[in-house]
């Protein structure tokens, strides 16, 4: 017996095929498009609510003169704002480190001393989005941070890397400071295995 195959209607259906994977492979990339998008300018938009509810806290803070430190701070609270100037660095400071809140700004390491005050303020943020800027800081590079009570200038000491399981860098000080902390290298791919320090004293 003689089986003749209809080369149109495999052709056909191989096309139909072809075209529904290409659509399927454009609907995917664009809803990862869409996600990251919006990701984005929901962070956008966090900053700039976060910017506006500082200015307000500085506001109300010049006119009670109340300290920020007699407030317990919880997770995701706007703390502050940190700038470096010369990398043109701007981004809130939260309190806390979860992954919601460094996906809003940077955060503030709980137990550590609070932003502008006393101590070793310890800071935290991913490599890729808010602290990607620290590639670039180098020693006696100026630092302010800004919170309702206070404007704080800090200068650079040093930068160094550590691996993750130095707690050292959480020590308390005598003196008054801040400390940043991003993952390193800055351009690796998945989770990296150091830790990019950078150390600063109030000037």
């Known amino acids: 017996m003689i089986v003749v195959t209809d080369k149109r209607g495999v052709g056909m259906q191989g096309r139909l095929l072809l075209r529904w994977a290409r659509g399927l ?13 919006l990701t984005l300018l929901h962070a956008k938009l966090y900053q700039e609510t976060a910017n506006r ?12 003169r109340a300290s920020v ?12 704002r940190i ?3 010369r990398l043109g660095l701007v981004v809130a400071i939260l309190e806390g480190t979860s992954t919601r809140t460094l996906g809003l700004g940077v955060g503030h390491i709980e137990g550590t001393a609070l932003p502008g005050e006393i101590g070793n303020a310890v800071i935290a943020g991913h490599r ?12 006696n590079d100026e ?10 200038r800090y200068e650079v000491d040093r930068v160094r890397i550590v691996t993750p399981d130095d707690t050292g860098i959480l020590a308390p000080s005598a003196g008054s400071g801040i400390t940043l902390v991003t993952c390193f290298p800055f351009h690796f791919i998945g989770a990296a295995p150091n830790r990019f320090v950078v150390h600063a004293h109030k000037e």
Do not use: M, N, W
């Open 143 to 152: 630092i302010q941070i800004h919170t309702a009570t206070s404007l704080s």
């Open 25 to 37: 492979l454009f609907l995917t990339g664009a809803l990862a498009v869409s996600y990251v998008a």
């Open 128 to 139: 890729d989005t808010y602290f990607r800027a620290l590639k670039d800081i180098r020693a």
């Open 69 to 80: 430190s007699a407030v317990v701070a919880k997770q995701g609270d706007v703390l502050g």
């Open 53 to 64: 509810t500082l200015d307000k806290q500085i506001a109300a803070q010049k006119q009670r």
């Open 83 to 85: 700038e470096i100037p």
